[in-house]
């Protein structure tokens, strides 16, 4: 039963580098979105997609890509990493058209030094 | 845009004991959803409980309901009998009803612990 699956959980980054996150789901759902999590900000959203091929920027999208070539896979891109993105990262996903609720990842902890 | 205000960052209670946690947001849509998501010490997140905003009866889990003043645009979260286990951080969010791009927007958390 694994629904939304993100990898790595946890990553130590140096300013400058580049990484992605990954994320996979298995439930067929059509919606998929980034949040980033940091302490007193609640989830803030990165960017979403709501089918293969199709992506939209969220609240926070600086510094951050994102592609969709799968219904299942939604990965992250930072391209080059700033201390300020140092947060937790939640993938999350969700049928459209449904009642709305959306199943997370176990989320990943990114420090970027 | 719709924003998600919770007043209290923190919150305790005694275990048994009734708490309620307040959630109010800003919105000029008529049809959306409310949720509270539960996020324990091992990050996961949870859905605790779901309203929708057409639906005037207070949705209610076990030991969670929700007081959903549609007018005053609140929605508070009230768990009875708490448990230990309860301990966690509340977020309360909102999604417009239109479509399936819509986003779900979060409040900013309120951290619950609840005391033996």
């Known amino acids: 039963n694994a629904g939304v699956t993100q990898t790595p959980k946890f990553q130590v980054l140096k300013t400058g580098q580049s990484m992605t996150l990954q994320c996979a789901q298995d439930?067929?759902?059509?919606?998929m979105s980034w949040y980033r999590q940091d302490p007193g900000m609640g989830l803030r959203l990165i960017h979403y997609?709501?089918?293969?091929?199709?992506?939209d920027q969220g609240e926070v999208p600086n510094g951050y890509n994102v592609s969709r070539s799968t219904t299942e896979d939604f990965p992250l891109r930072l391209l080059s990493a700033a201390p300020s993105q140092t947060s937790v990262y939640f993938c999350?996903?969700?049928?459209?058209?449904?009642?709305?609720?959306?199943?997370f990842g176990e989320g990943s902890r990114l420090t970027v030094l | 845009a719709q924003t998600v205000t919770q007043s209290q960052p923190e919150m305790s209670v005694q275990e048994a004991e009734t708490v309620t946690l307040s959630c109010t947001y800003d919105t000029s849509e008529s049809n959306y959803y409310l949720f509270w998501y539960k996020q324990p010490p091992s990050r996961q997140m949870i859905l605790v409980i779901r309203q929708e905003a057409y639906k005037q009866q207070n949705a209610t889990e076990n030991r969670f309901s929700v007081n959903f003043q549609k007018a005053a645009k609140s929605f508070s979260l009230k768990i009875s009998d708490s448990q230990l286990g309860d301990t966690a951080m509340y977020f309360c969010a909102f999604m417009k009803h239109q479509g399936g791009s819509e986003k779900l927007v979060f409040g900013k958390g309120t951290k619950l612990t609840v005391n033996p």
């Open positions: 997609s709501v089918g293969a091929g199709i992506t």
């Open positions: 999350a996903s969700r049928n459209t058209g449904d009642t709305g609720e959306l199943f």
């Open positions: 439930m067929n759902h059509e919606y």
